[in-house]
Nanobody
Framework: QVQLVESGGGLVQPGGSLRLSCAGS????????MNWYRQAPGRQRELVAT???????GYAEFVEGRFTISRDNNKNTTYLQMNSLKPEDTAIYFC??????????????WGQGTQVTVSS
């Protein structure tokens, strides 16, 4: 129903910026909550930012004030603007689309992941 294709990862110096994009397909994209997760070496996958179908956003404490999540439903795309990047932001970043009708009827889709490396 929903397919996700990510872009925008790469190598950036500390203090720099990157913008990740996640292009989705599917007629019901606009009703999904969109999330960005990341997974660094030796760490569990963690939620970075979320935006629901109404545009309400939430952020992990470790990116608050530095990252901004947004979406353009007309383009079926969600974005993660990352500013003031730190070496500890180095991780594979994953786009996720989530929707549920009930606890037993859940739709959960993932992108392939894109590498973000913050290094001098």
């Amino acid at each position: 129903q929903v397919q996700l294709v990510e872009s925008g990862g790469g190598l950036v110096q500390p203090g720099g910026s990157l913008r990740l994009s996640c292009a989705g397909s599917g007629a019901i994209f606009r009703i999904f909550t969109m999330n960005w997760y990341r997974q660094a070496p030796g760490r569990q996958r963690e939620l970075v930012a979320t935006i629901n179908s109404s545009g309400n956003t939430g952020y992990a404490e470790f990116v608050e004030g530095r990252f901004t999540i947004s979406r353009d439903n007309n383009k079926n795309t969600t974005y993660l603007q990352m500013n003031s990047l730190k070496p500890e932001d180095t991780a594979i970043y994953f786009c996720n689309a989530h929707f549920y009708y009930s606890k037993y009827d859940v739709y959960d889709y993932w992108g392939q992941g894109t590498q973000v490396t913050v290094s001098s």
